[in-house]
């Protein structure tokens, strides 16, 4: 493994199980029927020894939304053309996407990392540039990245994720946007679950059944091409993943190695997750699931990560959007939990 890789074997830092019981202890104390408000006292409890501290909280949000263009996107496995990624970027810069309005109503941090577009976006205020090239290569003639690419899409996660950290973040969200990563992020769960592209590949930003059906001949295709060469995790990102879930893989590893909470996104976001947990087992202690996004690859990714996502909204935007909604649940469980009276302080009487 090249040194660049080397922080990859770093393993996750471990969850704090005294502030976890002490979290439980309080948990069953505070004036309500033990297991009353479900996964909000789940939610509580995994933070507290996520953060190991009696008063989790989830008030600063440090959001970073990861940009990249796909090759893959020539082969026409999208609804939407190539452009709109770097027009996306623009757009976050004038505020005017969702994830921008999100950010505002949570008062989150929002950042940009724009690896790159086909088109180029030039300096814009809010958006930092890795430039890794005009985007990935096509992954059905062969990798998408070399592993410079790579290593350094995932040294650009990493880098983020360090930032949060520096900043004093309680939750770090990573988002996407990226035409054409749901054939790539369908490709690379394939190679991660050993799955058919049938169990993974789905409408994305709103293909027809016809469109899927090509989607999945061209995910075979890659399939087939770099068969030999999937059963590393590090090699299946490069050879069929995208400079935005290399930089998210990178950026959700290295929250789990510091000890900084994860909320994932939606689908490319969860397939992320799933090869940051591959390329170090553990790493899953520090993902919460946000929501169950209506791509229907997602509950492959939900069930082999053992995590049941928060919300089922039917959201399928991408850019963090999803795990933005799902912060004000996180705040009133950590609110509830740290402020609700217990039964000795409203002198309420507990059960027989
Ligand atoms: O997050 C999700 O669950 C999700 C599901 C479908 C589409 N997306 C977004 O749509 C874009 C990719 O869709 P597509 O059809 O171009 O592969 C990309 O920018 C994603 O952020 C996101
Ligand atoms: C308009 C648009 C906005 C997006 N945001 C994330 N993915 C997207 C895809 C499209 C097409």
Request: include cysteine; proline fraction near 5%.
């Amino acid at each position: 493994m090249s040194q660049d890789l080397e922080w990859l074997n770093v393993p996750a830092a471990r969850l704090d199980e005294s502030a976890r019981q002490n979290a439980l202890a309080r948990q069953v104390r505070l004036t309500k029927p033990p297991g009353a408000l479900g996964r909000l006292e789940e939610l509580a409890v995994h933070l507290a020894a996520m953060q190991g501290t009696e008063q989790p909280r989830a008030d600063r949000v440090h959001i970073v939304v990861f940009a990249g263009d796909h090759g893959v996107a020539a082969e026409g496995i999208s609804a939407f053309p190539q452009v709109v990624t770097a027009e996306m970027v623009k757009n976050f810069a004038r505020g005017g996407a969702a994830i921008s309005v999100a950010a505002r109503v949570l008062g989150a941090r929002l950042e940009v990392v724009n690896l790159g577009t086909v088109v180029d976006t030039g300096a814009l205020d809010g958006v930092t540039r890795c430039d890794l090239g005009p985007g990935t290569a096509n992954f059905v003639i062969g990798p998408a990245m070399d592993e410079h690419q790579c290593v350094r899409a995932l040294a650009a996660g990493r880098h983020a994720a360090e930032r949060a950290r520096l900043a004093g973040a309680d939750v770090f969200i990573g988002g996407e946007m990226g035409i054409g990563n749901t054939t790539a992020a369908a490709a690379l769960a394939c190679a991660l679950l050993s799955a058919p592209a049938e169990a993974l590949a789905g409408p994305g930003t709103g293909l027809s059944p016809d469109g899927v059906a090509h989607k999945i001949t061209v995910i075979d295709r890659a399939l087939s091409l770099h068969r030999d060469h999937l059963g590393r995790p590090f090699e299946a990102l490069r050879r069929v993943g995208g400079f935005e879930i290399a930089a998210l893989t990178g950026g959700y590893l290295s929250c789990a190695q510091m000890g900084l909470p994860v909320l994932v996104d939606g689908f490319i976001s969860t397939v992320a997750a799933l090869t940051a947990e591959r390329l170090r087992p553990g790493a899953v202690d520090w993902f919460i699931l946000s929501h169950a996004s209506a791509e229907p690859g997602h509950r492959q990714l939900v069930q082999a990560l053992g995590i049941p996502p928060l919300l089922d909204l039917g959201l399928r935007l991408g850019e963090g959007s999803g795990a933005a909604v799902a912060v004000p649940l996180l705040r009133i469980a950590c609110a509830l939990h740290n402020q609700m009276a217990t039964f000795a302080e409203a002198e309420v009487s507990e059960r027989h």
